[in-house]
Nanobody, 126 residues
Framework: QVQLVESGGGLVQAGGSLRLSCAASGRTFSFNAMGWFRQAPGKEREFVAAIDYSGGKPDYADSVKGRFPISRDNPKNTVYLQMNSLKPEDTAVYYC???????????????????WGQGTQVTGSS
């Protein structure tokens, strides 16, 4: 059974940092694109960042570019989101996602991802 498990969320003051982790099990995702999305109350799920299998072509939403670097550790089957300079508007549930098709480039579209984690709450206080 494939599982994606996020961790690292929490409450942090504006300007602070958090690092989210997404550990995959049940199959390797070393050759697959992986991404992070978020959903705030009353809003649709939105793209945050994604990374392809090589880790060399990350893609970012404009709202987090320069603040939230994404990275991956393929031997650990884990992807990370380092969240720096957090703002109150970053408050949301953050979800990890993985594409089941190998060698694909990243996507900003949620339906392109086949596996999802349960989400972790991130709250930026003002």
């Amino acid at each position: 059974q494939v599982q994606l498990v996020e961790s690292g969320g929490g409450l942090v003051q504006a300007g602070g940092s958090l690092r989210l982790s997404c550990a995959a099990s049940g199959r390797t995702f070393s050759f697959n694109a992986m991404g992070w999305f978020r959903q705030a109350p009353g809003k649709e799920r939105e793209f945050v960042a994604a990374i392809d299998y090589s880790g060399g072509k990350p893609d970012y939403a404009d709202s987090v570019k320069g603040r939230f670097p994404i990275s991956r550790d393929n031997p650990k089957n884990t992807v990370y989101l380092q969240m720096n300079s957090l703002k109150p508007e970053d408050t949301a549930v953050y979800y990890c996602a993985a594409d089941s098709t190998v060698w694909c480039t990243t996507s900003r579209v949620p339906v392109e991802y086949d596996y999802w984690g349960q989400g972790t709450q991130v709250t930026g206080s003002s």
